[in-house]
T-cell receptor, first 111, second 116 residues
Framework: QKEVEQNSGPLSVPEGAIASLNCTYS??????FFWYRQYSGKSPELIMS????GDKEDGRFTAQLNKASQYVSLLIRDSQPSDSATYLC???????????FGAGTTVTVRA | GAVVSQHPSRVICKSGTSVKIECRSL??????MFWYRQFPKQSLMLMAT?????????EQGVEKDKFLINHASLTLSTLTVTSAHPEDSSFYIC????????????FGSGTRLTVV
């Protein structure tokens, strides 16, 4: 079982729609979760971090965490062409400070 | 905000030579530095973790004698790819973690290494 799994892409959404990204993790003791956006040829940039169960909103982005289900998601509202990128889910391991990354989901927003 | 400067952004080297990549934390002290490698269409793979003043710890399958990591100060870590081969061509990214939780993990801009 992979440490972090993301829903397979690519995901194509029309401009203005909601893009929904899912991620599950295997380490039940994990406490810190991150969503990164990576444009082609660039390094990842942090979009959201979430540590507590529930929703966390930042602009058009909402992260949702359910530790009991070991599930974290990211919603992108009012998707824009500039949101087209690969989104990486990262989970901090419970026994050290290392991050485990999912394979990423590529999102394409159609104008 | 926390900034990590990574250089060079691109490097082309001949097979058999060595290449050094630098990562500097500009406005915070990086307690821990992480080095990742990313092949095309794949996710980030952790290569090694380094703490200032101590030896790096390498992930399983990563050759420590080939990928030399030095973390001599709280603001500088270097990765040297020794005796590079074409299969070492990849995107190398560093990430720094400060002791303060508010900084989280900050990534450098990455280095595209091409070995010819």
């Amino acid at each position: 079982q992979k440490e972090v799994e993301q829903n397979s892409g690519p995901l194509s959404v029309p401009e203005g729609a909601i893009a929904s990204l899912n991620c599950t993790y295997s380490d039940r003791g994990s406490q810190s979760f991150f969503w990164y956006r990576q444009y082609s040829g660039k390094s990842p940039e942090l979009i959201m971090s979430i540590y507590s169960n529930g929703d966390k909103e930042d602009g058009r982005f909402t992260a949702q965490l359910n530790k009991a289900s070991q599930y974290v998601s990211l919603l992108i509202r009012d998707s824009q062409p500039s949101d087209s990128a690969t989104y990486l889910c990262a989970v901090r391991r419970s026994n050290d400070y290392k991050l485990s990354f999912g394979a990423g989901t590529t999102v394409t927003v159609r104008a | 905000g926390a900034v990590v400067s990574q250089h060079p952004s691109r490097v082309i080297c001949k097979s058999g030579t060595s290449v050094k990549i630098e990562c500097r934390s500009l406005d915070f002290q990086a307690t821990t530095m992480f080095w990742y490698r990313q092949f095309p269409k794949q996710s980030l793979m952790l290569m090694a973790t380094s703490n200032e003043g101590s030896k790096a710890t390498y992930e399983q399958g990563v050759e420590k004698d080939k990928f030399l990591i030095n973390h001599a100060s709280l603001t500088l870590s270097t990765l040297t790819v020794t005796s590079a081969h074409p299969e070492d061509s990849s995107f190398y990214i560093c990430s720094a973690r400060a002791g303060q939780a508010s900084y989280g993990y900050t990534f450098g801009s990455g280095t595209r290494l091409t070995v010819v």
